[in-house]
Every structure is written in structure tokens, then in C-alpha cells.
């Protein structure tokens, strides 16, 4: 339709706003409260517009386009009105622009210096009217400097679903508030801190703690990348300033796993670790016992000799490497490649075997493809969301969100976790079953879908194999007899079961919970089996969802750092594909023979296993069994670490390397919806350190094989010629939003959802399997099952957040959750310490008391080096995949000390 | 403070079907109930209904009827409508704190009286006045107050 906006006619959609014609067509209007993904409420009265059909001001941000209207932006009365308003708000705003965090980007700020009002007509704003609230380690909230436009208030209930602040008070004394008034700090609060109410303050009424008077928005170098904590790949702004990174802001950019700037509060505030002091700043060789600063060429050739001397003496096959899923695509590439091609071992892994390994081995098998089937962005399209074993709001903080969020739309959640979490409380069911119990629950459902006849008989048909004997297999399952293995109610089983089958689009989510048993594998196979007998595969909002943790995990297994396959997924053992890779990696060495993976190199160490080049990973903390990691690691002849701190595994090593860090270097990570995005360079590494694909090229090169890369896009290039998923990807395609593979050459503009008309591996295959208890149960003397876990503020070994201080101080010590039931039958109270010993050691703690876990069951994060769960873990393995059973320990508790306070 | 026995208030969450949208009410409910509405009462109603901490506490915050202070025994309500300002109300307001040793919105120690200021009471004729529960005292003057007050 035609409108005339200022004497100039326009063209515009139905449907849209005064305020956005007037956007698109170049014309600004000033806006307080208006942000472009949010509700419009119209309440700051700026982007008043003259109604020449009625003569009325209106607000454009809520006023809708009507065929031949005509409006004035800025009319002597428009004008005079937005004078007057600014005037009143300036009136009760304190004047302290020089100081303020704000300044310099402040719409208020800005508006009074275009509109010259210096001070206002009715006064000075002599004194505060409230108290400045600052009682946590992020974010102040200072409420007069608050213009009430309530953008801070619609972000967090809207985008980021947290609830957590609101307008409490009324008439004068109105202000932003959390629970009770006792700020974000506050025992009730709800505040995640992830900040996104201070990226949209108009104002320095919200402003973040660690970057006070560091620096202004115009003092800052600004660079987009990508976020190096969990697999969601949120998309970041650092903001640097003299090689420092000072603060995170968002990016809001269509197209990317967050459009709307969301961020947790490790994105957000865990950049720390970047200018630490202790970061690695020179190579270090342990002489007699303790370490030496070195020069590069001496350790760089120090390692080459080592290696080659191994290597001579014992052959490939007596060396291991661990890659590692916090480094670029084109670092794992060049590593497997270095492993590979140069040493002739496939023994070459990362920690996804301590994660995924059993995703991978199961949705292979069913599907034909390890990764998530969908796409984030796909969430809130689904009618029924089916979350088992996976703690999205805590460990996938953007991903949780988006999932309250299509709950507040009218998706339906099913919650399947021993745990009592976040969204279980939002679920339409929820379920608590006992931690292993999963082929039994999973078993459940698919029986009683099947006796109901709510199986997708078409799909079955026409898209699947295998299906009369899954039919047979869950044919026990009664839900009467899954109550009694599970604890699950049989009316609940039912419930969950129609829920799933009779949704149209129903998609399902897990993590941890489902892969890290000894039956990890039959774990995945049993969800794919669900889905396939629903017809919930191939289609947009539907799928299995494995949520990857870390960065680039998956892009790491992509690539190749795995002891099975090459890049690209591609059998280690198939002659022609060696034959491939030895033609393009121009190379004699290869060999045919499956490689030992993370915890078989451990358990070789010392024996098969000489010498092990680890980067970037952290296995004293993050394997299963402590004691038997560390006495792998001095049993080895040679041990290269190559990371960014001295970590508790480095301490073990021969060398050390220091190696760049995400914000150091350039490449590229791979997130769980199979979205390659770049990292983009910010600030130079500390003192010496470099990229670890640098370091990779030196050895390579030193051992005679010559690696000679410019820069990652040139392996990026080199990896698209050997890897079918990636044969589109090339730096120069990525843009700012990214691939996601399957991206076979070009012109491919990439695969939003996976296996649409067809599986990867032709038809979906049903694999049934029946129900195996955990390796361990309680018995009399170790009475509890402990569960391992992450939580919201810390990450993975501790490595990046417990050098990052705001994160730290909220989070500093270790815990156990317990339920108050056990907690009073030990006579333990809140914050005492308390011993936890399995049968392979024993750590302290202290105690949390509550009610999200069940009696008789522990949780322990693993994060924490003073109070390591994984002293306790059962290195007990999946047969497929080789992940331990990291879920389920038998464990004893004794109080230690009381706690005083 | 008395503790509060929550499960005692079910019964208006089931008269209210435990439903979002009925806030208001429950709290009103409650209110009548209990007199006020402390917070392990917020966190029980929140559980409740699904509803945030930070939205029932915004409510409650808004509306002057809730409050999250226990009530004494009677209320005091000290008009400052305009009438009443001007021929002494805050003579009268002074003296009540000095007699009943608490300010504006506080109960005395003996959950006695709670004190509150209020809007014009429509009863200008005999200002300044006070109300205390449903009953208005008029014509006051500060040495009249403990007379009024030891009625009760």
C-alpha cells in the first residue's frame, strides 16, 4: 500500500508499523522503549508522529500503516511535544554524564544533544531517590538513571524467559526490581545473569560490574566472533581495549543460534581467563623435576626428536594424541592429520568420546549421521519437545531459553531426568526416573504407543526397517513393569507416550544423561527408535537432538579427531578411504587398524603407549578415575602439553606449549546444529604463546613432514577436498551467519534439517535393545548413586571460568546437592563438609540440601579441581562407543565438619 | 512471628483452579486469611501458580492494599487529605508515633495497632480525623490521641 510519510510517498507492507515504513525508508524516528524483536508498548512517547487525518499524535512504534495515511515526523508539534518529554525525563535524571558508564552511548544523552536541552525547565534532580543496587559480581542496577522504558524487563521475560525483574511500586516511586526488591543478588532472584538487559538499557541505569571505568563504548576495538564455551555458538562482540578484553556485547543478526543478542553468563562475563596472568607465555621444559622457561626452537625441536625417537624405536602405534574440542576445525584437521599422516597411529581422540562417542555410534547406525537432525532455530516450532538427560537452561543456557520461551507459545514439554531441573517445572510431564533406568523408559513409551496404535504406520513403511522386531523386543515393557525398574508411575509413562505420538511435530533433546552409561549406545538407539516409530525424523521442528557440549565438539569430530574415522566421518578401516587420504596427504603411513580412544590410551600408558601429545584437553579432571589417569601420565616416556594455562594434566608433561586462545586466533567452530561460523581475531596471544595450528605445522615440519599454511582458510580449503560434509565450506562462503554441512560443494547453501525424503544411510533403521542395569548399584556399604554433572556458572574443567573472577567469586566452591529426606536421616545441614568415597577414592565437599534430587542419589559438578567428582567415576566402558559410565557411581557420604556460619 | 502453615492455604489455590491469571485474587484471599503476605507466602503462591517471584512481588508493590507486614490487632488510619492537613493532621500523625513508638506503615510491638496514612476519608466536617478499623474520630487535637488510643 501508499502512504505519505513527510510529503514523500511510500510503498509499504500491510501490517507494519509507522515507525518501521519510516525505518525502511530511511526516515529516523527516535525511539526509547522500541527495540525491533520486541513488543512494542509505546511508553516513552519519543517516536511520536503527526496523524494528519485526525491531527492526533500517535505513537508510531504501535500505530499500524493504513492505505493513503499521512503522517508528519517532525512537526513543530512533534518536535515540541518530544522536547517535552525529554525535558521531563532529564528532569528527574541525574545529570552525571562525565562519570557515567553510559556515556557515549546513551539514546538519552544523544536525544538531549539534539534536541539542545541542557537542563531541564523544571529543575535539577538534586538528590537520589534510591539506592544503588550492586549485591552481585555482574550488574548494577542503578534505578535513577532508569527512564522506565521497560526494555530490560521485556528482554529478560520474553527472549530470555528468566522473569526475573519487573516494575515494582507504583506512581513516582516506580522503579525496576527483582523478587521481593532485593536486587538480581537477591535469595528469590531469578537473574541468570546474562546480561542481555544492559545491552538494551537506553540509558547507564544498567551497566556491568567487571568493566567499570575500563573504558567507553568509543574507547573500544569491536570484533565479532564466536563464543568458546558451549556448543550453542552464540555469536559475541569483544570489545578490547590495549590488547585487554573488557566487556562482551551482542550481536543481533538474523540467521545465527542467537538473533536476539542472547548470551549466558559465561559468554557474557567469562572472558577473564583471556588476560589472565598466569596464562602460558613461553614453552616450558621440566628439567630435574621442575619446569624451565624455553625458547621455542629448543622445545619445538626437543618434541620432533622425542617423538621421532619413539616413534623409531617402537613404531607409530606407541604414540597417542589427544585433540581437543575448544580448537578450531582447521587445528583438529591438522592434528588427526599430523597423527595420522605423520606418526602413522589412528590413535588420535578428544573428549566427545567422553561425551557423544555413543551419540555418534548410535545415530549412525539408525540414521546414517551422528549429529543434531534440526536446527535451533527449529524450537519453537514444535508442538511437543521431549527432553531426556539433557539440563539445557544450565549447561545450553540460549538453547533453555528458546525452549521456555516456545513453552510460553504453547509447546508442551516432557521432562525425563533423575533430577528435578529448571524446565521440569514448566513440563506437561515430568519425569524423574532412576538415573540408568533410560532403555526401560524409553522401552515404555514405545510400548504403549505401539498398543494404542499411535505408531506412524506410513512412515514405518515407507521410510524404515527393522520394525517387527523392535515390535517384539518391547513387547515386555509394560508400563507396570518400567514402573518398577524406573520409579516412574505407569499413568505417567502413558501420559508422556500420547503426548509424543499424537504431536505433529515432536522433537527430542538430550545430552549427558542419555550418552554417558555403559549403555550409552543403546541409549541413543532407543530415541532413535521413538522417533522413528513416530515419523518425527526428516521433517522441521521434529528430529533427536544431541546437545554438544562444548564449542567445537562436533566440529572436532567432523574433522577427523576421533580413533576410528577420518574427516568427514570416514572409516579408518576402508581401503579405498585410506587410499584416498594417503593420496592427498601424500603419505606412506597410514594405517588400516582402528586407534585406541581417550580412555584405552590411558589404560595403555606405559605399555602400548610411550609418548602422548595432548592439546588443549584436561583428562585429570575430566576422565573417569583420577588416581589412574595421573599414574598413566607418569608412566609415560614423553609427555607434550600444548594449552593456555599450566593445567593440573599439564603439570604432568615434558613440554609445555603455550598456545593462543579463541580471542587470539582465527578459524573456525563447528556448533550443535552442524553451523560452521568463524572466529575472528581480537587482541595478539600473551608474550610468545601461538595458535595451536601453528605449533602442529612446526612439529609436523620438524619431523620432516612439511606443513606450510598461511592462514586457516587456506586448511579450510584443504579439508573441503577430502571431507564430503564440508565441500562447500570455505572461509571466503562463511559470511556472517555461516555453513551448516552437510555442504557438498559451492553452490550447496547448506542443510537446515537433516534425512528429509531420505536417511543418510537409505532407510532408518530400528535397533532393539533391552533394558541393562548401571555397572554399579548401591549395595550396603556404598548407599548412594552419585550423578556427575555441570551447572549454569562454570565450565567443563574450570580452565576458562574459574580463571574468570566475577564467575568465580559468585561460584567458588565445590557441592554436592543431596535431598533434605537423606540430608536429615545423616544429620548433615547446609554447607557442611562432607566426604564422598566410591570404591575407587574419595574427595570432600560441601553440602547443598534441596529437593532436585531424588532420596538416595547425589550430584556432584565436576568442575572443581579441590573437590574432583571424577576421583570417583567408574571408568566402566560402552562397547561401541567406549564412553564410561560417568552418570552412575555407587558412593558412600560422611560428614566431615560442620558447617559454622 | 507466627509460623505460617502453607498448606493451609490450599484450599483457595484449588478455589482458583492454581491458575496464572488468578494473582490477584489468591493474594487477596490470602491476605484476608492470614493478614499480610510474607514472603515464604510469595514463594508458596509462585510454586503455585507459576508464577515469578519478581511479577507477584511487582504486584504486591503496586497495589497499597497488600502488604508483606504483619497487621496489628486495629488499623489506624491517619487522614492527610487536604482538610485535615491544614488544621494539624501531622500534629496528630507526630503524636501517634510518640505514643505508639512506630512510624507509618509499622505495628507496634504488642501487634496492637498498625499505623498507615491515608487520602481524604470524605469526612472534612470534622477534621482533622483518624480512622481506627471502621470507626472515624474527629475534631482531634494532639493531647486528645491517648484518650482515643486507650479505648482500644
Given at each position: ?24 525508508n ?102 537520589r ?9 555482574f ?46 543478588g ?172 555413543s551419540?555418534?555410534a ?30 539445557p ?9 528458546k ?117 550409552g ?5 532407543s ?77 595403555q ?119 564430503p ?38 532407510k ?12 554399579e ?31 568465580d ?16 536421616k ?35 559438578p ?40 | ?45 509462585s ?41 494539624g ?16 506503615g509499622?505495628t ?45
Open positions: 500500500m501508499e502512504i505519505i510519510i513527510d510529503n514523500k510517498k511510500i510503498e509499504v507492507d500491510k501490517g507494519k508499523t509507522v515507525l518501521e515504513a519510516a525505518k525502511e530511511g526516515i529516523v524516528i527516535p525511539t526509547l522503549c522500541h527495540s525491533s524483536f520486541l513488543e512494542d508498548v509505546g511508553a516513552c512517547r519519543m517516536c511520536l508522529i503527526e496523524d494528519l487525518a485526525d491531527g492526533k499524535l500517535k505513537t508510531s512504534c504501535t500505530t499500524e500503516v493504513k492505505e493513503g495515511m499521512e503522517v508528519l515526523t517532525k512537526s513543530e508539534r512533534v518536535e515540541d511535544s518530544r522536547r517535552t518529554i525529554l525535558d521531563l525525563l532529564i528532569s528527574d535524571h541525574p545529570l552525571d554524564c562525565m562519570t557515567c558508564e553510559a556515556g557515549g552511548n546513551c539514546i538519552l544523552q544523544d536525544l538531549a544533544y539534539h534536541y539542545g536541552i541542557e537542563r531541564s525547565s523544571y529543575g535539577a534532580k538534586v538528590e531517590r534510591f539506592e544503588i543496587e550492586r549485591n552481585n559480581e550488574i548494577e542496577l542503578d534505578p535513577d538513571k532508569c527512564i522506565l522504558c521497560g526494555k530490560c524487563i521485556r528482554v529478560d521475560q520474553d527472549i530470555q524467559c528468566s522473569d526475573a525483574i519487573d516494575f515494582v511500586d507504583r506512581g513516582f516511586q516506580t522503579k525496576v526490581g527483582a523478587a521481593n526488591d532485593e536486587g538480581l537477591g535469595e528469590d532472584s531469578t537473574c541468570v545473569f546474562c546480561g542481555q538487559c544492559v545491552e538494551l538499557c537506553p540509558t547507564g541505569a544498567l551497566s556491568y560490574i567487571p568493566s567499570q571505568n575500563k573504558g567507553r563504548e568509543y574507547d573500544f576495538e569491536k570484533t565479532v566472533t564466536t563464543c568458546p564455551y558451549c556448543g550453542v555458538g552464540c555469536q559475541l562482540e569483544l570489545k578490547t581495549r590495549d590488547r585487554k578484553v573488557i566487556e562482551v556485547g551482542s550481536v543481533y543478526r538474523e540467521g545465527t543460534p542467537n538473533p536476539y543478542g542472547e548470551a549466558c553468563v559465561k559468554g557474557r562475563f567469562g572472558y577473564d581467563f583471556i588476560n589472565h596472568p598466569d596464562r602460558l607465555k613461553k614453552p616450558l621444559i621440566k628439567r630435574n623435576g621442575s619446569f624451565e622457561e624455553a625458547e621455542w626452537e629448543e622445545a619445538l625441536s626437543m618434541v620432533a626428536e622425542r617423538l621421532t625417537e619413539i616413534k623409531d624405536e617402537y613404531g607409530g602405534r606407541a604414540l597417542a594424541g589427544l585433540s581437543s574440542a575448544k580448537c578450531t576445525n582447521e587445528e583438529n584437521y591438522l592434528m588427526q592429520k599430523f597423527m595420522r599422516a605423520v606418526i602413522g597411529t589412528n590413535s588420535v581422540d578428544h573428549c566427545a568420546r567422553l561425551c557423544h562417542a551419540t555418534v548410535g545415530l549412525v547406525k539408525a540414521f546414517g549421521s551422528g549429529a543434531m537432525t534440526n536446527s535451533i532455530a527449529e524450537i519453537e516450532g514444535s508442538d511437543v519437545i521431549f527432553v531426556i538427560g539433557s539440563n537452561t544450565e549447561n545450553h543456557p540460549v538453547i533453555g531459553s525452549m521456555k520461551k516456545a513453552q510460553k507459545q504453547g509447546t508442551k514439554l516432557i521432562v525425563a531426568d533423575p533430577r528435578q531441573i529448571e524446565l521440569s517445572s514448566l513440563a506437561e510431564v515430568a519425569i524423574q526416573h532412576r538415573p540408568g533406568t533410560d532403555v526401560a523408559l524409553l522401552n515404555g513409551l514405545i510400548h504403549v504407543i505401539i498398543d494404542e496404535g499411535l505408531a506412524d504406520q506410513k512412515f514405518i513403511e515407507e521410510r524404515t526397517e527393522n520394525y517387527e522386531y523392535l515390535a517384539s523386543v518391547v513387547e515386555d515393557y509394560t508400563p507396570e513393569k518400567v514402573e518398577e525398574i524406573t520409579g516412574v508411575e505407569a499413568v505417567k509413562i502413558k501420559k508422556a507416550a500420547r503426548l509424543y505420538a499424537e504431536a505433529d511435530k515432536a522433537a527430542i533433546y538430550f545430552a549427558m544423561g542419555i550418552t554417558q552409561h555403559r549403555t549406545t543403546d541409549n541413543v538407539l530415541v532413535a527408535n521413538l522417533a522413528l516409530l513416530t515419523g518425527n525424523v526428516g521433517r522441521e521442528s521434529t528430529g533427536v537432538n544431541p546437545l554438544r557440549g562444548q564449542n567445537n565438539v562436533q566440529g572436532a569430530c567432523d574433522l577427523g579427531a576421533l580413533s576410528n574415522v577420518y574427516p568427514g566421518y570416514q572409516s579408518v578401516e576402508d581401503p579405498e578411504i585410506k587410499e584416498k587420504f594417503a593420496r592427498a596427504w601424500e603419505t606412506e603411513e597410514l594405517s588400516e587398524e582402528v586407534g585406541l580412544t581417550v580412555v584405552e590410551i590411558f589404560k600408558a606405559g605399555k602400548e603407549i610411550k609418548g602422548l601429545y595432548i592439546i588443549g584437553e584436561n583428562p585429570v579432571i575430566s576422565d573417569p578415575d583420577q588416581r589412574h589417569i595421573e599414574e598413566s601420565l607418569d608412566k609415560l616416556d614423553f609427555l607434550v602439553v600444548e594449552d593456555i594455562f599450566l593445567t593440573e594434566t599439564a603439570k604432568f608433561a615434558d613440554v609445555v606449549l603455550p598456545a593462543a586462545c579463541f580471542a587470539e586466533k582465527e578459524g573456525t567452530f563447528t556448533n550443535t546444529e552442524r553451523r560452521i561460523q568463524k572466529v575472528n581475531q581480537a587482541i595478539e596471544p600473551p608474550g610468545e604463546a601461538r595458535a595451536d595450528w601453528k605449533i602442529i605445522s612446526e612439529i609436523s615440519t620438524r619431523m620432516g613432514y612439511q606443513m606450510n599454511y598461511d592462514s586457516p582458510a587456506e586448511i579450510m580449503a584443504e579439508i573441503a577436498e577430502v571431507t560434509i564440508y565441500g562447500g565450506i570455505y572461509a571466503d562462503r562463511l559470511g556472517d551467519k555461516g555453513l551448516q554441512w552437510p555442504c557438498k560443494d559451492r553452490e550447496d547453501p547448506g542443510t537446515k534439517f537433516l534425512h528429509q525424503g531420505e536417511f543418510a544411510r537409505g532408518g533403521k530400528f535397533h532393539p535393545v533391552t533394558y541393562i542395569p548401571p555397572a548399584e548401591v549395595d550396603e556399604e556404598y548407599d548412594f548413586i552419585m550423578m556427575t554433572g555441570r551447572m549454569l556458572y562454570h565450565f567443563h574443567t574450570g580452565t576458562m571460568t574459574r580463571n574468570s573472577e566475577p564467575i567469586k559468585h561460584e567458588p566452591d565445590a557441592y554436592l546437592e543431596i535431598n533434605e529426606k537423606d540430608a536429615k545423616l544429620r548433615i545441614k547446609e554447607g557442611d563438609r562432607v566426604r564422598v568415597t566410591s570404591r575407587r577414592g574419595e574427595v570432600e565437599t560441601n553440602v547443598r540440601i534441596g529437593e532436585r534430587v531424588q532420596p538416595g542419589q547425589i550430584f556432584m565436576f568442575h572443581y579441581a579441590e573437590s574432583p567428582a571424577n576421583r570417583l567415576t567408574n571408568p566402566v566402558l560402552d562397547q561401541d562407543a567406549k564412553i564410561p559410565e560417568l552418570k552412575v557411581t555407587a558412593v558412600k557420604i560422611e560428614k566431615v565438619k560442620s558447617n559454622k556460619i | 512471628m507466627a509460623v505460617i502453615k502453607l498448606s493451609a492455604l490450599d484450599h483457595i489455590f484449588e478455589k482458583y483452579e492454581e491458575k496464572k491469571g488468578n494473582l490477584i485474587p489468591v493474594l487477596h484471599d490470602i491476605q484476608e486469611e492470614i493478614g499480610y503476605l510474607p514472603v515464604e507466602v510469595q514463594r508458596y503462591a510454586k503455585k501458580l507459576g508464577v515469578a517471584m519478581s511479577k507477584i512481588y511487582g504486584v504486591i508493590s503496586f497495589y497499597s492494599f497488600f502488604t508483606t507486614e504483619p497487621k496489628g490487632e486495629h488499623t489506624i488510619g491517619v487522614c492527610m487529605g487536604t482538610a485535615c492537613y491544614v488544621k493532621a501531622e500534629d496528630i500523625l507526630n503524636r501517634l508515633k510518640e505514643e505508639l513508638e512506630i512510624e507509618t509499622q507496634t510491638a504488642d501487634n496492637k495497632f498498625t499505623m498507615t496514612v491515608t487520602r481524604c476519608l470524605g469526612t472534612c466536617s470534622m477534621a482533622p480525623v483518624i480512622m481506627i478499623d471502621e470507626q472515624v474520630h474527629g475534631n482531634l487535637t494532639a493531647a486528645k490521641i491517648p484518650e482515643v488510643i486507650n479505648k482500644y
